[in-house]
């Protein structure tokens, strides 16, 4: 007769207040991670968690359109995250693409010039228990499925939309955060206090800002010109219409596209610059529209249809510049109380098409190690220090592992003459592989 499994020990941070600051995908995936992670025994004691978001609930025009890719390759493990989490299968049905035991709906793909596939990348997922290998979804779809469940897991109230934080400070054994609504004046400024602070408030982070201000991003020399482009339904032109990726062969521009939806496409026209621009968004005026526009056309010359209908069918509320920026990670004290994920550690640049499962990953990847430290001491201090240390030495070759690896993708896509021939041989050798 086998003996009967121990109970798990009462994790290190049961009882404790927890701040998250952004509802982003990072932040939003934290406390459902924790959730899904934490021992049945000791429910009760669950940290209360309030989250912080400058945002309303609703995402801003211009930004609702744009998709991204979730992944579940060796580096990504977004697609593994999401089924960890419980929340893959009513991801999928959001998406773009859908199963993988479904219609093919398209794949990641390089193309030349003349729209001629390189590389086409999809297939069965390896792992049978995954039902699909990846996934592209709108960043507005992905966000409300994991705002209605943590809607749902945490009380009324717990995520303060519209509330910005402004300062965070270490104290000897708490963080104090400062916060202001957006609606109120400066002199309404109110302070909070937690055990435990966790920063997901993006690559912009103001908190990094404040407490790392020599952790800077680094501009990769690509801008962006981008926007989503209106049809009527059924009528996005082809390969659009399904298959996401990028166009080689144009030398120093490059152009990513990818379906939105029915009756939408993404597209996205990049050159290398020595600096960065000032970077665009929603709204812009009618003639900062039509400037982009005409721009975008005009860099666009080196590619071939539907590239020039794509652009003429944008919609000038989605228009944007925006610079490749990134930033390596960093480890964290080991006496630290406040803990830094997703691109608030390490930005990732849209070359990199990581930054989502990297944020996953980091959210599960810590609130394993939050709920499964145990105190050490009969003390009653918050020893962060081996889960941080674990978190960490998970973290960051990952993380670093998708920078570099966007660095590569931003050469092969701005590649030309005798390195864009290398890539096109390199492309032909792997094609058979993963086709």
């Known amino acids: 007769m086998s003996n009967p499994e121990p109970s798990p020990q009462k994790p290190l941070v049961a009882g404790r207040k927890i701040i998250v600051v952004?509802?982003?995908?990072?932040?939003?995936?934290?406390p459902l991670a924790l959730r899904k992670q934490w021992p049945e025994e000791y429910i009760d004691e669950f940290p209360a968690i309030t989250v912080y978001e400058r945002d309303c609930r609703e995402i801003r025009p211009g930004r609702e359109g744009y998709s991204i890719s979730i992944r579940g390759d060796d580096v990504g493990s977004g697609i593994q995250t999401l089924h960890k989490m419980g929340l893959l299968e009513q991801m999928l049905l959001v998406s773009i693409t859908g199963r993988s035991g479904s219609e093919p709906k398209?794949?990641?793909?390089?193309w030349d010039l003349d729209w001629k596939p390189l590389l086409s990348i999809s297939g069965?997922?390896?792992d049978k228990e995954l039902p699909a290998t990846s996934m592209r979804i709108r960043r507005d779809a992905l966000r409300q499925v994991m705002i209605?469940?943590?809607?749902?897991?945490?009380?009324n109230g717990s995520i303060q939309w519209e509330t910005k934080c402004t300062k965070a400070e270490p104290m000897p054994s708490k963080v104090k955060v400062t916060v202001r609504n957006n609606n109120a004046e400066a002199s309404s400024d109110r302070e909070d206090e937690c055990d435990i602070l966790i920063v997901a408030d993006g690559a912009g982070s103001k908190v990094r800002a404040q407490l790392r201000p020599e952790d800077t991003l680094t501009f990769r020399g690509i801008v962006c010109l981008a926007g989503v482009s209106r049809f009527t339904e059924g009528e996005v032109p082809k390969p659009m219409d399904k298959n996401w990726?990028?166009?080689?062969g144009a030398g120093p521009v490059g152009l990513f596209v990818s379906p939105v939806d029915t009756r939408s496409a993404l597209w996205s026209l990049s050159y290398r610059s020595d600096q960065p621009r000032e970077r665009l968004s929603a709204p812009l005026s009618e003639d900062?529209?039509?400037n982009l526009l005409r721009e975008a056309l005009d860099r666009a010359k080196p590619f071939k249809e539907p590239t020039e209908t794509l652009i003429k069918a944008t919609d000038p509320a989605t228009l944007a510049v925006y610079n490749?920026?990134?930033?390596q990670p960093f480890r964290h004290e080991a006496n630290s109380k406040i803990v830094f994920i997703g691109d608030s550690n390490h930005a990732m640049s849209p070359f990199a098409g990581n930054g989502?499962?990297?944020a996953l990953t980091d959210a599960w990847e810590l609130a394993l190690q939050l709920s499964k430290s145990v105190p050490t001491s009969s003390s009653l201090s918050l020893d962060l220090g081996p889960a941080l240390k674990a978190y960490d030495e998970m973290s960051i070759p990952r993380s670093s592992k998708a920078i570099n690896r966007s660095h590569w993708s931003i050469s092969m896509l701005h590649a030309a003459g005798i390195k864009l021939w290398a890539y096109k041989l390199f492309l032909a050798l792997v094609r058979p592989i993963k086709g």
């Not at 952004?22 to 934290?30: E, K, Q, R, T």
């Not at 990726?245 to 080689?248: A, I, N």
């Not at 490749?324 to 930033?327: H, I, Q, T």
């Open 106 to 110: 398209g794949a990641f793909t390089l």
């Open 22 to 30: 952004g509802c982003g995908i990072a932040g939003l995936a934290f």
């Open 356 to 358: 989502a499962n990297m």
């Open 324 to 327: 490749a920026m990134d930033k």
């Open 124 to 126: 069965p997922p390896s």
């Open 245 to 248: 990726g990028g166009v080689l």
């Open 148 to 155: 209605d469940a943590l809607e749902t897991l945490l009380p």
């Open 288 to 290: 900062q529209a039509e």
